[in-house]
């Protein structure tokens, strides 16, 4: 199975910083990478699929970037309603796996 | 808009078989273009994915669970439904329904606990 190795595991930003989180795979995944929010008690949410595509709907203060093995999440401008846990997974190879999350706290 | 919606037991006896249906609504699973899938969330919040069935019946398992899974899908009632056999405590999570593109998870269920014990 590809590994899916996110950093940090865990970070404090405040109101209208910008934050980046990084997910690695441990062998190329070309752009298939997705990545989620889940806010506590709910469903994972869609964000970005295929590396850099923004979910519609999706506030545009999120992007992403990367391919290959490397990739990232960025927020450009924290917002309290982002307070949540954020997932990468990649959809190259079966089967599907997920990062092991990224837990941003609002300072 | 489409929705999705898992029901069955939220207690299981170990050695037993999880029986989980989803209810789509929003969307008719016959008319293709997507896969509906099953995700794992155990307690300490890792996501696994379980497996998917197209509307043709065609499934695809994650390999570590594939000796015990069965996806099922009942176009008539746009249902589809997972059972898992002969669990352990292990199998305790949070059971997502979801429908996937060929690219991504796009629409999740609002999951349902199912725990595991004697």
């Known amino acids: 199975d590809i590994q899916m190795t996110q950093s940090p595991s865990s970070l404090s930003a405040s109101v209208g910083d910008r934050v980046t989180i990084t997910c690695r795979a441990s062998?190329?995944?070309?752009?298939?990478l997705n990545w989620y929010q889940q806010k506590l008690g709910k469903a994972p949410k869609l964000l970005i699929f295929?590396?850099?595509s923004l979910q519609s709907g999706v506030p545009s203060r999120f992007s992403g970037s990367g391919s290959g093995t490397d990739f990232s999440l960025t927020i450009s401008s924290l917002q309290p309603e982002d307070l949540a846990t954020y997932y990468c997974?990649?959809?190259?190879?079966?089967?599907?796996?997920f990062g092991q999350g990224t837990k941003l706290e609002i300072k | 808009q489409v929705q999705l919606q898992e029901s069955g037991p939220g207690l299981v006896k170990p050695s037993q078989t999880l029986s989980l249906t989803c209810t789509v609504s929003?969307?008719?699973?016959?008319?293709?273009?997507?896969?509906w899938s099953w995700i794992r969330q155990h307690p300490g919040k890792d996501l696994e994915w379980i497996g998917y069935?197209?509307?043709?019946?065609?499934?695809n398992y994650n390999p570590s669970l594939k000796s015990r899974v069965t996806i099922s899908v009942d176009t008539s009632k746009n249902q589809f439904s997972l059972k898992l056999r002969s669990v352990t405590a292990a199998d305790t999570a949070v059971y997502y329904c979801?429908?996937?593109?060929?690219?991504?998870?796009?629409?999740w269920g609002q999951g349902t606990l199912v725990t595991v014990s004697s």
């Open positions: 295929a590396a850099s």
């Open positions: 062998q190329s995944i070309s752009n298939y």
């Open positions: 929003g969307a008719s699973i016959s008319s293709g273009g997507y896969y």
């Open positions: 979801a429908r996937e593109s060929a690219m991504a998870i796009i629409v």
């Open positions: 069935i197209y509307h043709t019946g065609s499934t």
């Open positions: 997974q990649q959809s190259s190879t079966f089967p599907y796996t």
